[in-house]
């Protein structure tokens, strides 16, 4: 049968793009060889978050006497969090299906691949037929980075996928890479009472994110247990320890039940015959697109983690829906200039736009307006006891160029910040917007001022 996109991976861009141009007519076949959702729903973003919910609530339970409410001592059941994670998946990928059948795509459960091109039409073979596309849409995603450390192929480590299965806690657990993925891991497991070490190569964890509010972050989860070792490179692991060499070049053993990698992802460009069309590459391994999500073939799409641009699920989503307009004949362009950040740790840390680092290093010219949190009587009404900084960066026109936000709910108003930097306002037509009160988002009007 020929369809006028087929689409490879139905993760966020793959699901994304099959809905929207289902929505406008077109005939798509989207195939997907394990699970609808991807990695985000179902190894990555959404089981995260539903662990880390719990987390806080235990967080939370623990410390509420701060706010003058009295209960028994908190416990948790690793067992029934993980249950509750299943059930979560099993819904959301349930929507999911629900949205592709009521627009009328076709799914193939099973491993794509791409047997060629002729005359114009793309043939991709899966489950042992063949079909056939006008239009093709890569959205395979991207695996994690495995480096080459002496031993770690003879010891049982997690990736983020094994970790999100957990059936035990271990006593010690060393987190190799302090990204993301590796905080968001730290603050859970810390608020289950596991040891946690952390150990990064650079110079301050997270690292794309605003520097000073990284430290203040580490700083405060380094008072809560953790361990944290920094221009430290891992050198060797066994199954009792890992060693790595420090900034001084002093090379130090620490013990660890369980080693977790998590030193970041790659695209997944291999195995299902990208070789035969012979896309354009980046020194990387990313599929090299232009702003409309084309590759070197001009009726060849590629979104998502394969592109390299931003491996977050909602720039997966935004790409999906510029190819599909393309496709379609739309005027629209993808634009990475508002892509928000967020660490969802405890408290968050969230970011959107140039980082003061970046501001630096491109040698633009810039002001910083920074406010602590407890400016916002919500938040203080929130967050007994916790501190937690607003910042917003403008250039000579006193346009805003980045915020950067640490405190809770800190993911929840990001986006407030995301429209302004995508709309180019200014501090004045900023301050015209309403804020309502009481909100935590009201330090963002307020930090301004400054």
């Given at each position: 049968?020929l ?5 490879l ?5 793959g699901?994304?793009?099959?809905e929207?141009?289902g ?6 076949l989207?195939i997907?060889k ?9 190894e990555?973003c ?7 919910y719990?987390a806080?609530?235990l967080?939370t339970i ?10 028994n ?9 993980m249950?509750?994670?299943n059930k979560?998946i099993r ?6 299906k629900i949205k ?6 076709a ?6 691949f ?8 793309f043939?991709i ?14 959205c ?5 980075v495995?480096?080459?450390i002496k ?6 480590f ?15 657990l ?9 905080m968001e ?6 608020s289950l ?5 952390v150990i990064?190569?650079?110079?301050e ?5 605003d520097k ?10 380094a008072?809560?247990g953790?361990?944290f ?10 199954n009792?320890?890992?060693?790595f060499?420090?900034e001084?070049g002093?090379q130090i053993?620490i ?10 992802r790659?695209?997944r ?9 012979n896309l ?11 702003n409309?999500m084309?590759?070197?073939i001009p009726d060849v ?8 641009h ?7 989503s935004?790409?999906?829906e ?16 508002a892509?928000p950040?967020?660490?969802y740790?405890?408290p968050?840390i ?11 290093k491109?040698g ?5 307006l920074?406010?602590p949190?407890?400016f916002?009587g919500r ?5 007994e006891g ?5 910042k ?5 026109n ?5 915020v ?8 929840e108003?990001?986006t ?20 309502p ?8 009007k307020?930090?301004?001022y400054i």
């Amino acid at each position: 049968m020929l369809y006028d996109i087929i689409i490879l991976g139905g993760g966020p861009a793959g699901y994304t793009a099959a809905e929207r141009a289902g929505v406008a007519g077109l005939n798509v076949l989207l195939i997907e060889k394990q699970a609808l959702g991807g990695v985000c729903l179902n190894e990555g973003c959404i089981p995260t978050k539903t662990l880390l919910y719990s987390a806080k609530i235990l967080d939370t339970i623990r410390s509420a006497s701060k706010y003058a409410v009295f209960s028994n001592d908190a416990s948790f059941d690793l067992a029934k969090m993980m249950t509750r994670k299943n059930k979560i998946i099993r819904k959301l990928v349930a929507g999911i299906k629900i949205k592709m059948r009521e627009n009328n795509i076709a799914i193939v459960e099973g491993k794509g691949f791409i047997s060629g091109k002729k005359n114009d039409i793309f043939s991709i073979i899966c489950n042992g037929q063949t079909f056939f596309a006008k239009k093709l849409l890569i959205c395979t995603g991207s695996l994690p980075v495995i480096p080459q450390i002496k031993g770690l192929h003879d010891v049982d480590f997690w990736t983020s996928k094994e970790a999100l299965s957990a059936s035990e806690l271990p006593t010690n657990l060393i987190i190799i890479g302090g990204g993301v993925i590796g905080m968001e891991f730290a603050s859970f497991f810390n608020s289950l009472d596991v040891k946690v070490s952390v150990i990064e190569m650079l110079d301050e964890i997270i690292n794309g994110m605003d520097k000073e509010l990284a430290a203040m972050l580490r700083t405060e989860y380094a008072k809560r247990g953790i361990n944290f070792y920094l221009h430290s490179k891992v050198i060797s692991v066994s199954n009792k320890d890992v060693v790595f060499e420090n900034e001084e070049g002093k090379q130090i053993s620490i013990q660890a039940d369980k080693i977790l990698l998590s030193v970041g992802r790659k695209p997944r460009t291999e195995t299902f015959g990208l070789e035969n069309l012979n896309l354009e590459k980046d020194a990387k391994g990313n599929i090299k697109v232009n702003n409309y999500m084309q590759t070197s073939i001009p009726d060849v799409y590629a979104c998502g983690d394969v592109t390299g641009h931003s491996l977050l699920a909602h720039t997966a989503s935004r790409e999906a829906e510029v190819a599909v307009n393309h496709i379609l004949g739309k005027s629209d362009e993808m634009s990475y200039q508002a892509i928000p950040a967020i660490v969802y740790t405890n408290p968050e840390i969230a970011g959107v736009g140039y980082t003061e680092e970046q501001l630096q290093k491109k040698g633009i010219s810039y002001k910083c307006l920074k406010l602590p949190m407890a400016f916002s009587g919500r938040f203080v009404a929130e967050n007994e006891g916790s501190n937690g900084v607003c910042k917003i960066l403008i250039d000579e026109n006193e346009t805003i160029k980045g915020v950067h936000l640490l405190g809770n709910p800190s993911s929840e108003f990001i986006t407030v910040a995301t429209m302004a930097i995508e709309a180019k306002m200014n501090i004045e037509q900023w301050k015209r917007i309403v804020f309502p009160h009481p909100t935590v988002h009201e330090i963002l009007k307020e930090t301004l001022y400054i």
